[in-house]
């Protein structure tokens, strides 16, 4: 084998175990309108700290050292009504998520009623991704994108 073979070959490898090391997770949260808008201004508010505070857990790092680390994309939505908020997250991390800390950082910014997460396959991902760009977006403008995800870039598929 050639250098140029080997050089290909070495890059092959490294893409592969990127996609690799790639999680995908749906986030759901639902919280009581009052106490939400009581603890935050909005939701977007809720996203920067969650994401970019430099509070956090007792003894953890702070929240955006934590959020750095996970180093997502993807997006999120709301969905108001005058009882509850459910807010959802749909992200690709590069880091496992941690389930317990993602819960107990979110009860710290606001306590919720109630949250799930759950894993996603990459072609479930993918397809929810390209939906919501594709149509969503044109009807929604709750839903805001974060990390490598851009509003106007296509998908690879």
């Known amino acids: 084998m050639n250098k140029l073979q080997q050089k290909i070959k070495s890059l092959l490898r490294e893409i592969k175990e990127q996609k690799e090391n790639r999680y995908w997770y749906v986030a759901t949260i639902t919280f009581s309108t009052e106490t939400f808008y009581r603890r935050v201004n909005s939701v977007s508010e809720f996203y920067k700290r969650l994401s970019n505070s430099k509070t956090g857990l007792v003894g953890q790092s702070s929240n955006r050292e934590w959020w750095s680390k996970l180093s997502p994309s993807g997006f999120y939505d709301f969905t108001p009504n005058k009882d509850i908020i459910v807010l959802s997250f ?59 995800i851009k509003r106007n870039t296509e998908l690879p598929f």
Not at 108 to 129: C, D
Request: glycine content about 4%; aromatic content about 16%; overall charge negative.
């Open 90 to 148: 749909v992200m690709e991390t590069k880091a496992k998520l941690n389930e317990i800390e993602f819960k107990a950082r979110a009860k710290k910014i606001v306590p919720y009623l109630e949250i799930s997460i759950g894993t996603k396959e990459q072609k479930e991902y993918e397809f929810e991704l390209a939906f919501e760009r594709e149509y969503y977006q044109q009807y929604e403008p709750k839903t805001e994108v974060f990390g490598d």
